[in-house]
Nanobody, 115 residues
Framework: QVQLVESGGGLVQPGGSLRLSCAAS????????MRWYRQCPGKQRELVAA??????TNYADSVKGRFTISRDNAKTVYLQMNSLKPEDTAVYYC??????????WGQGTQVTVSS
């Protein structure tokens, strides 16, 4: 199993930046890709960004050019969020996909973009 702990959420003004972190523990050697999802109030959870072990990344159209996903080792993934908009307000979740076709979720961290 893999355990995930997110951090870095908070309140920021429109146009500001935040950096989310997600630390993985447990069977990290089984991780194939790490992802960030978000769930806006009243909406379904959506994929924001993903990064594979090989470093390939993909992004939702709504965040391309503003958000950057990165990893510094097998255990930690980041989401750098720039030029934040009120519509980016959501609970952000870290997710991993493993070689056993299993997925694990963090507890989520709230991001609020408001003046």
């Amino acid at each position: 199993q893999v355990q995930l702990v997110e951090s870095g959420g908070g309140l920021v003004q429109p146009g500001g930046s935040l950096r989310l972190s997600c630390a993985a523990s447990g069977s990290i050697f089984t991780i194939m890709s790490m992802r960030w999802y978000r769930q806006c109030p009243g909406k379904q959870r959506e994929l924001v960004a993903a990064i594979t072990n090989g470093g390939s990344t993909n992004y939702a159209d709504s965040v391309k050019g503003r958000f950057t996903i990165s990893r510094d080792n097998a255990k930690t993934v980041y989401l750098q969020m720039n030029s934040l908009k009120p519509e980016d307000t959501a609970v952000y979740y870290c997710n991993v996909y493993t070689i056993h076709a299993s997925t694990y979720w963090g507890q989520g961290t709230q991001v609020t973009v408001s003046s």
